[in-house]
């Protein structure tokens, strides 16, 4: 199977590359793009629906392809699928539950394929400002598809702004729902891997009073107070100004335990003066077991790219494209490394590469079980099976 | 870009000793360089922003743990001084446990004692009525008969003599067995001391309760050698066992026909390493959940007031002292048996 990668600051830019991947002949069955809330997603969906392309798409909080990483734009990882092996599927949640919504999904899967292996894309905020719960998207998937099932991706961004992420077809799009590339399992392998970097440090901590997204307590000590105090805010007059995310959580996430020795981060989002509690992304109902945080050390591009090795049948093994789903919280944090991170990848793989800055990424960690995860560098390899 | 950087790509860029090849690939080592160096720079930065907040956040937690020390110490001497006072409660429990098995000892000990003062009663009679007919003998002049009768006083003296040591030893024993024990252990005759308990405990029954009746069966193997014990802890044991045994055996005839016949079998055994010694009954037996409990200290199945629940408790304590195994056996409705294992070479 062949792929390319392609970018475009605009409409245009994207129509001359596409035009340019093609010249050689090469003709994309599928394209999977992530692209900025700030472009033209139906016009560059329009491109592509004209030429008989499907779309797997989805919006982005910063976008890149091997050798090239941009925020506000739009990057595409072109595909020379079969058609009888893959489907690209939408599912839009409205006004129902996710649980209904990933059921429906999980049913329509099972019927593209009897051994389906997933790239899938969830939305990560509506319009009303409502976090999509990608933990619960993952448990309901898992248990409709069995765990053996492999799917990978990350949830859908919208540069920060967080009034709103789209996941879309050439058809169709949604604000609440998932978009899924379904691969026929037995003519097409996925290899990925999830890895976040962060380590616990100090003692281990329990969450003594909090109700849904927001942490109230710690140990009895109230959440905002600990927060701040530990990581040495004390002086912090203005609360309600204060952008914890970007200038604490982003660094010093929380690390809570879960099954299998596994971990999750979640991270701070605001404060909630008026209740005085921290407003996490995901749920710390109490009696979670958690850590404070100490950053990825500096040599997590190495430590990313040998793991890469324990996936690969032999050292030569190449892949025919890759995705890459990378925390947005990882690029204010690694800064020119998420880069090196990135590119990394695609030459250890040897093979062209998309992906996006994401609010949740879906994955395994190795050896691990399917999960939901945070701060993490999520990649999978796609090959075509001889 | 870095400012020297920018300066050599000027040059690069302007200069016309390259080749063009030249310079494409010096400018991209100059843009690799530019990527070094911010990589450098980020790393350095980073470096010195996460050593800072670490230690903030290490120095605080440090500092929570030596508050939360102190906190413990001070709720540590509160739980000494708890754990003192516990103790000290639980000791006056222990010796309340010893003065109600010595209440249940009283009526059998009275038994017992009333014997050998009958003997000594009778005796002293006799040998007043004796000396009377002696005196008479004397005046007559009799010596042989004076001579007879002082015999027959010297045995009636000497039996008194004797009954009178049998209620020093039964009275003895009394005290041993309401003192704290002395831990010193002593060659002891098992069987004599199984059925010296045994007899206590059914006379102290039969006492307090005229209307207990139950069977007694003992087989006492005659080739068990004599075991170092510290005899009144083990006979407060066996008496336990013993007083349990009848309670279960009368508190089942109270729901049985005349037809069931309480009985108590109690047996010795000669186990060439140890010494068994087994209380058995025909009881109600015990269900699992009680079973699981009976030796935890404080636990009865006796109504209150009755019962302490520590005499299993301090019973198997007693046994695992003297390297021995305290053990039971029960079915429901059929009964219960516990039974002592105390080594020889303890």
């Known amino acids: 199977m062949r792929s390319k990668s392609i970018h475009g600051a605009s409409v245009s830019e994207i129509k001359a590359n596409l035009e340019n991947s093609t010249a050689d002949g090469f003709e994309p069955t599928a394209a999977i793009v992530f692209i900025s809330i700030e472009q033209d997603r139906k016009a560059v969906c329009n491109l592509l629906k004209d030429r008989n392309i499907s779309v797997f798409g989805a919006t982005s909080c910063g976008e890149f392809i091997d050798g090239k990483q941009t925020k506000g734009e739009t990057a595409i990882l072109l595909l020379e699928l079969r058609q009888k092996h893959f489907s690209i599927l939408l599912e839009a949640l409205g006004e129902g539950t996710l649980e209904q919504g990933a059921s429906r999904l999980a049913n329509r899967v099972k019927k593209e394929f009897s051994n389906p292996s997933i790239i899938l894309c969830p939305t990560g905020i509506d319009k009303n400002g409502a976090f999509f719960n990608g933990d619960e998207l993952v448990t309901h998937l898992e248990k409709k598809l069995g765990p053996d099932k492999l799917f990978f991706g990350g949830m859908a961004g919208d540069d920060w702004k967080l009034n709103g992420t789209y996941v879309f077809t050439e058809k169709e799009e949604t604000d609440r729902g998932i978009v899924a590339l379904v691969l026929n399992g037995d003519a097409i392998e996925i290899k990925g891997m999830a890895i976040t970097g962060w380590k616990p440090m100090g003692i281990s901590r329990t969450v003594t009073k909090s109700k849904g997204n927001l942490l109230h307590e710690i140990d009895g000590i109230p959440a905002v107070e600990m927060y ?122 040897k093979t062209p590469m998309a992906g996006f800055f994401t609010y949740g990424e879906i994955g395994r960690s190795y050896n691990g079980k399917q999960n939901f995860h945070s701060g993490a560098c999520c990649w999978v390899a796609i090959k075509e099976r001889i | 870009m870095n400012q020297h950087l920018q300066t050599l790509k000027d040059l690069i860029q302007q200069s016309n000793a390259f080749s063009e090849e030249e310079k494409v690939l010096l400018l991209k080592a100059v843009k690799n360089a530019e990527n070094d160096l911010m990589i450098s720079e980020f790393k350095l930065e980073r470096t010195e922003k996460v050593k800072r907040t670490t230690a903030i956040l290490l120095e605080e937690t440090i500092d929570e743990l030596e508050q939360k020390r102190k906190t413990i110490e001070v709720a540590n001497e509160a739980l000494s001084k708890s754990l003192k006072e516990l103790k000290a409660t639980q000791a006056q429990l222990i010796q309340s446990e010893k003065m109600a098995s010595l209440g249940e000892l009283t009526a059998g000990i009275a038994h017992e004692i009333q014997n050998p003062l009958n003997f000594v009663n009778n005796f002293s009679e006799i040998s007043i009525e004796l000396l009377e007919e002696m005196m008479e003998e004397l005046n007559n002049g009799d010596s042989e008969e004076v001579h007879a009768i002082a015999n027959d006083v010297i045995q009636n003296l000497e039996k008194i003599n004797h009954h009178g040591k049998r209620a020093d030893g039964i009275v003895k024993g009394m005290l041993l067995h309401s003192r704290s024990s002395s831990g010193v252990k002593e060659a002891s005759e098992i069987n004599v001391l199984v059925d010296e308990y045994l007899r206590l405990a059914y006379h102290g029954l039969r006492a307090k309760d005229k209307a207990f009746n139950a069977s007694m069966e003992t087989h006492f193997d005659t080739s068990v050698d004599k075991v170092n014990i510290v005899p009144q802890d083990i006979g407060r044991v066996i008496l336990n066992l013993i007083t349990n045994a009848f309670y279960a055996v009368s508190e089942k005839k109270k729901t049985e026909t005349d037809k069931f016949q309480p009985t108590v079998w109690i047996e010795t055994k000669n186990k060439e390493k140890a010494v068994e010694i087994s209380v058995r009954d025909n009881g109600n037996g015990m269900p699992k959940h009680v079973v699981e409990k009976i030796f935890q200290p404080f636990f009865t199945t006796k109504p209150t007031g009755q019962g302490t629940g520590l005499g299993l408790s301090l019973s198997y304590d007693i046994v695992k002292a003297h390297g021995g195994e305290l053990k039971v056996e029960t079915e429901e409705g059929k009964g219960t048996e516990f039974i002592i294992l105390l080594p020889l070479t303890n």
Do not use: H
């Open chain 1, 228 to 349: 701040l105090k530990y990581l040495g805010r004390t002086d912090l007059e203005d609360k309600i100004g204060y952008d914890v995310l970007k200038e604490l959580s982003f660094e010093y996430p929380f690390i809570v335990e879960r099954e299998n020795n596994e971990t999750i981060l979640k991270s701070p989002m605001k404060i909630n003066q008026d209740e005085n509690a921290l407003f996490m992304d995901i749920e710390m109902p109490v009696g979670t077991k958690f850590w404070f945080t100490k950053p990825p050390e500096l040599d997590i591009v190495e430590e990313v790219l040998d793991k890469v090795n324990l996936l690969k049948g032999n050292p030569d093994e190449q892949a025919d494209a890759l995705l890459v789903f990378s925390c947005a919280g990882r690029q204010p944090v690694l800064g020119p490394l998420v880069n090196e991170e990135n590119d990394g990848l695609a030459k250890v793989w």
